[in-house]
Protein backbone atom coordinates (compact mmCIF):
# COMPACT_ATOMS: atom_id res chain seq x y z
CA UNK A 1 0.00 0.00 0.00
CA UNK A 2 0.64 3.64 0.10
CA UNK A 3 3.64 4.71 2.08
CA UNK A 4 3.61 7.63 4.17
CA UNK A 5 7.23 8.63 3.76
CA UNK A 6 7.30 12.28 1.27
CA UNK A 7 10.45 14.43 3.42
CA UNK A 8 12.68 13.76 6.36
CA UNK A 9 11.26 16.46 8.52
CA UNK A 10 8.59 18.78 8.63
CA UNK A 11 9.48 22.85 8.27
CA UNK A 12 10.75 24.38 11.27
CA UNK A 13 8.10 26.10 11.94
CA UNK A 14 5.29 23.36 12.54
CA UNK A 15 3.88 22.34 15.44
CA UNK A 16 1.73 19.58 16.66
CA UNK A 17 -0.93 19.57 18.62
CA UNK A 18 -4.35 18.49 20.35
CA UNK A 19 -6.75 20.89 20.35
CA UNK A 20 -6.72 22.75 23.22
CA UNK A 21 -10.06 23.20 23.51
CA UNK A 22 -11.06 19.61 24.04
CA UNK A 23 -10.04 17.77 27.05
CA UNK A 24 -8.63 14.05 26.66
CA UNK A 25 -8.09 10.77 28.85
CA UNK A 26 -4.94 9.02 28.07
CA UNK A 27 -5.70 5.09 27.65
CA UNK A 28 -2.19 3.06 26.68
CA UNK A 29 -0.45 6.15 25.86
CA UNK A 30 -2.95 7.62 23.52
CA UNK A 31 -4.95 10.35 24.19
CA UNK A 32 -8.13 10.01 23.64
CA UNK A 33 -10.54 13.29 22.78
CA UNK A 34 -13.15 13.76 24.98
CA UNK A 35 -15.48 14.93 22.19
CA UNK A 36 -18.66 13.80 20.08
CA UNK A 37 -19.64 13.97 16.65
CA UNK A 38 -20.93 18.24 17.55
CA UNK A 39 -17.67 18.69 19.30
CA UNK A 40 -15.97 17.36 16.50
CA UNK A 41 -17.41 19.62 13.67
CA UNK A 42 -16.83 22.73 16.56
CA UNK A 43 -13.44 21.85 16.53
CA UNK A 44 -12.85 21.77 12.66
CA UNK A 45 -14.63 25.23 12.09
CA UNK A 46 -12.28 26.54 14.75
CA UNK A 47 -9.05 25.03 13.59
CA UNK A 48 -10.59 26.43 9.88
CA UNK A 49 -11.76 30.13 11.06
CA UNK A 50 -7.33 30.52 11.10
CA UNK A 51 -7.73 30.04 7.45
CA UNK A 52 -4.30 29.28 5.41
CA UNK A 53 -2.08 30.49 8.84
CA UNK A 54 -3.06 27.48 10.56
CA UNK A 55 -0.54 24.57 10.13
CA UNK A 56 -2.09 21.46 8.39
CA UNK A 57 -3.24 18.99 11.07
CA UNK A 58 -5.16 15.60 10.71
CA UNK A 59 -8.41 13.40 12.75
CA UNK A 60 -7.23 10.47 13.96
CA UNK A 61 -10.59 7.70 14.54
CA UNK A 62 -10.12 5.27 16.84
CA UNK A 63 -10.94 1.59 17.86
CA UNK A 64 -9.47 -0.84 20.36
CA UNK A 65 -6.89 -2.39 17.08
CA UNK A 66 -5.30 1.25 17.13
CA UNK A 67 -4.62 1.58 20.33
CA UNK A 68 -3.00 -2.31 20.88
CA UNK A 69 -1.35 -0.68 18.03
CA UNK A 70 0.30 1.89 19.12
CA UNK A 71 1.37 -0.05 22.32
CA UNK A 72 3.94 -1.77 19.51
CA UNK A 73 4.80 1.12 16.80
CA UNK A 74 6.15 4.11 17.79
CA UNK A 75 5.43 6.00 14.48
CA UNK A 76 1.96 5.07 15.48
CA UNK A 77 2.45 6.47 19.08
CA UNK A 78 3.80 9.20 17.62
CA UNK A 79 0.55 10.36 14.55
CA UNK A 80 -2.00 9.81 17.75
CA UNK A 81 -0.07 12.40 20.13
CA UNK A 82 0.54 14.82 16.83
CA UNK A 83 -3.28 14.66 15.62
CA UNK A 84 -5.31 17.24 16.67
CA UNK A 85 -8.39 15.15 17.54
CA UNK A 86 -8.32 11.58 18.74
CA UNK A 87 -12.30 9.94 18.12
CA UNK A 88 -13.52 7.43 19.80
CA UNK A 89 -14.38 5.50 16.63
CA UNK A 90 -15.21 2.81 18.51
CA UNK A 91 -18.10 2.26 21.15
CA UNK A 92 -15.80 0.72 23.41
CA UNK A 93 -13.32 3.48 23.76
CA UNK A 94 -16.44 5.89 24.76
CA UNK A 95 -17.14 2.84 27.42
CA UNK A 96 -13.91 3.27 28.73
CA UNK A 97 -14.61 7.15 28.35
CA UNK A 98 -17.48 7.03 30.54
CA UNK A 99 -16.27 4.13 33.18
CA UNK A 100 -13.75 6.55 34.10
CA UNK A 101 -16.19 9.65 34.04
CA UNK A 102 -15.96 11.67 31.13
CA UNK A 103 -19.18 12.44 30.09
CA UNK A 104 -18.78 14.60 26.96
CA UNK A 105 -17.66 11.59 25.07
CA UNK A 106 -19.50 9.74 22.48
CA UNK A 107 -18.69 7.47 19.87
CA UNK A 108 -17.35 9.51 17.01
CA UNK A 109 -17.94 7.19 13.79
CA UNK A 110 -15.41 7.93 10.82
CA UNK A 111 -18.17 6.35 8.54
CA UNK A 112 -20.79 8.67 9.61
CA UNK A 113 -18.10 11.50 9.73
CA UNK A 114 -17.91 11.98 6.36
CA UNK A 115 -21.58 13.56 5.45
CA UNK A 116 -21.66 15.35 8.83
CA UNK A 117 -18.34 16.77 7.95
CA UNK A 118 -19.78 17.75 4.07
CA UNK A 119 -23.13 19.01 5.09
CA UNK A 120 -21.85 21.01 7.95
CA UNK A 121 -19.65 23.04 6.26
CA UNK A 122 -21.86 24.04 3.12
CA UNK A 123 -22.79 27.27 4.38
CA UNK A 124 -19.21 28.19 4.79
CA UNK A 125 -17.63 26.63 1.37
CA UNK A 126 -15.66 23.98 2.79
CA UNK A 127 -13.89 22.56 0.15
CA UNK A 128 -13.17 18.70 0.16
CA UNK A 129 -10.79 16.56 -1.54
CA UNK A 130 -11.12 12.63 -1.71
CA UNK A 131 -7.83 11.01 -1.73
CA UNK A 132 -7.40 6.91 -1.46
CA UNK A 133 -9.65 3.58 -1.91
CA UNK A 134 -9.50 1.54 -4.67
CA UNK A 135 -9.90 2.36 -8.37
CA UNK A 136 -12.80 4.94 -9.19
CA UNK A 137 -14.25 4.78 -5.33
CA UNK A 138 -12.46 8.33 -4.24
CA UNK A 139 -14.60 9.75 -7.19
CA UNK A 140 -17.86 7.93 -6.30
CA UNK A 141 -17.33 8.63 -3.10
CA UNK A 142 -17.51 12.59 -3.98
CA UNK A 143 -20.29 12.14 -6.15
CA UNK A 144 -21.88 10.50 -3.22
CA UNK A 145 -21.40 12.82 -1.11
CA UNK A 146 -22.51 15.74 -3.31
CA UNK A 147 -25.42 13.89 -3.70
CA UNK A 148 -25.92 13.66 -0.02
CA UNK A 149 -25.27 17.22 0.73
CA UNK A 150 -26.01 19.65 -2.68
CA UNK A 151 -24.10 22.57 -2.97
CA UNK A 152 -20.99 20.63 -1.61
CA UNK A 153 -17.50 21.75 -3.43
CA UNK A 154 -15.74 19.02 -4.51
CA UNK A 155 -11.46 20.23 -4.71
CA UNK A 156 -11.05 17.19 -6.12
CA UNK A 157 -10.72 13.33 -5.61
CA UNK A 158 -7.61 10.60 -6.31
CA UNK A 159 -7.10 6.97 -5.74
CA UNK A 160 -3.43 6.79 -4.20
CA UNK A 161 -0.97 4.16 -6.24
CA UNK A 162 -0.57 0.74 -4.52
CA UNK A 163 3.06 1.70 -3.60
CA UNK A 164 5.30 4.19 -1.50
CA UNK A 165 5.18 7.32 -3.18
CA UNK A 166 8.48 8.89 -3.98
CA UNK A 167 9.48 12.08 -2.97
CA UNK A 168 8.38 13.94 -5.89
CA UNK A 169 5.44 12.31 -6.48
CA UNK A 170 4.45 13.44 -2.75
CA UNK A 171 5.59 17.25 -3.66
CA UNK A 172 3.57 17.48 -6.71
CA UNK A 173 0.87 15.80 -4.47
CA UNK A 174 1.21 18.28 -1.83
CA UNK A 175 0.89 20.72 -4.80
CA UNK A 176 -2.38 19.81 -6.13
CA UNK A 177 -4.46 19.42 -2.29
CA UNK A 178 -2.54 23.02 -2.01
CA UNK A 179 -3.45 24.31 -5.44
CA UNK A 180 -7.15 22.96 -5.61
CA UNK A 181 -7.83 24.92 -2.18
CA UNK A 182 -8.45 22.13 0.00
CA UNK A 183 -9.99 22.19 3.55
CA UNK A 184 -10.83 18.92 4.72
CA UNK A 185 -8.64 15.78 3.38
CA UNK A 186 -10.88 12.47 3.40
CA UNK A 187 -8.02 9.77 3.31
CA UNK A 188 -9.07 6.28 2.50
CA UNK A 189 -6.47 3.70 3.83
CA UNK A 190 -6.26 1.04 5.90
CA UNK A 191 -5.05 1.96 9.88
CA UNK A 192 -2.29 2.49 10.51
CA UNK A 193 -1.18 3.78 7.35
CA UNK A 194 -3.52 6.71 7.08
CA UNK A 195 -2.52 7.82 10.62
CA UNK A 196 1.07 7.77 9.10
CA UNK A 197 0.58 8.93 5.94
CA UNK A 198 -1.47 12.49 7.38
CA UNK A 199 1.81 12.56 10.03
CA UNK A 200 4.21 12.59 7.41
CA UNK A 201 2.02 15.06 4.89
CA UNK A 202 0.15 17.45 6.62
CA UNK A 203 2.83 19.79 7.91
CA UNK A 204 3.60 20.61 4.36
CA UNK A 205 -0.57 21.47 3.90
CA UNK A 206 -1.02 24.69 5.74
CA UNK A 207 -4.93 25.49 6.31
CA UNK A 208 -5.41 21.42 5.50
CA UNK A 209 -7.75 19.34 7.94
CA UNK A 210 -6.73 15.45 7.46
CA UNK A 211 -9.53 12.82 8.25
CA UNK A 212 -8.67 9.39 8.51
CA UNK A 213 -11.82 7.04 7.63
CA UNK A 214 -10.82 4.14 5.89
CA UNK A 215 -13.60 2.03 5.25
CA UNK A 216 -15.74 4.82 5.31
CA UNK A 217 -15.27 5.00 1.37
CA UNK A 218 -16.38 1.63 0.53
CA UNK A 219 -19.06 1.79 3.07
CA UNK A 220 -20.37 5.33 1.90
CA UNK A 221 -20.25 3.92 -1.74
CA UNK A 222 -22.23 0.59 -0.93
CA UNK A 223 -18.89 -1.52 -1.84
CA UNK A 224 -19.07 -3.23 1.89
CA UNK A 225 -21.81 -3.18 4.18
CA UNK A 226 -21.76 -1.85 7.36
CA UNK A 227 -23.14 -3.59 10.66
CA UNK A 228 -26.89 -3.16 11.50
CA UNK A 229 -27.04 -0.10 13.68
CA UNK A 230 -28.38 -2.40 16.81
CA UNK A 231 -25.24 -4.31 16.98
CA UNK A 232 -23.31 -0.94 15.96
CA UNK A 233 -25.35 0.79 19.25
CA UNK A 234 -24.83 -2.37 21.65
CA UNK A 235 -20.39 -2.33 20.67
CA UNK A 236 -20.93 -5.22 18.36
CA UNK A 237 -19.54 -4.12 14.98
CA UNK A 238 -16.62 -5.94 15.49
CA UNK A 239 -18.63 -9.11 15.64
CA UNK A 240 -20.27 -8.25 12.37
CA UNK A 241 -16.75 -7.71 10.66
CA UNK A 242 -15.97 -11.17 11.77
CA UNK A 243 -18.68 -13.33 10.79
CA UNK A 244 -18.40 -11.50 7.27
CA UNK A 245 -14.28 -12.10 7.21
CA UNK A 246 -13.56 -14.37 9.93
CA UNK A 247 -10.08 -15.87 8.24
CA UNK A 248 -8.96 -12.61 8.01
CA UNK A 249 -9.97 -11.23 11.34
CA UNK A 250 -10.11 -14.13 13.51
CA UNK A 251 -6.19 -14.21 14.44
CA UNK A 252 -6.53 -10.16 14.80
CA UNK A 253 -9.02 -10.33 17.27
CA UNK A 254 -7.42 -13.12 19.13
CA UNK A 255 -5.13 -10.79 19.55
CA UNK A 256 -6.27 -7.33 20.21
CA UNK A 257 -9.06 -8.06 22.34
CA UNK A 258 -7.59 -9.49 25.58
CA UNK A 259 -4.53 -7.16 24.78
CA UNK A 260 -7.05 -3.87 25.00
CA UNK A 261 -9.31 -5.50 27.84
CA UNK A 262 -5.55 -5.61 29.78
CA UNK A 263 -4.79 -2.02 28.70
CA UNK A 264 -8.10 -0.75 29.73
CA UNK A 265 -7.58 -2.34 33.19
CA UNK A 266 -4.35 -1.34 33.47
CA UNK A 267 -5.30 2.09 33.72
CA UNK A 268 -8.36 1.71 35.98
CA UNK A 269 -5.57 0.68 38.74
CA UNK A 270 -3.91 3.54 37.80
CA UNK A 271 -0.65 1.89 36.27
CA UNK A 272 -0.17 3.44 32.74
Keep these: MTGPIARSSPPSSYAWGHDPDVPHFNLGGVPISITDMNGLVSAIRRRL ?40 DGRPLAWVGWLRGHRGIDQVPGIESVEVVCRAGLEAG ?84 GMGVGAAFDVNTGAIARAPRMMTRWGLEWLYRLIREPRRLRSRYAQVVPRFLAIVAFNRAGRD
Design 49 to 88: ARRSAAPGTFVVFRDAHGIVRAQDEPSVKAAHDAALLVCA
Design 126 to 209: WRHFFLGGGPGVAERLAAEMRDRAPGLIIAGAETLPYRPLTEPESQDLHQRLLSAGTQILWIGLSTPKQELFLHTHTPFLPGVI
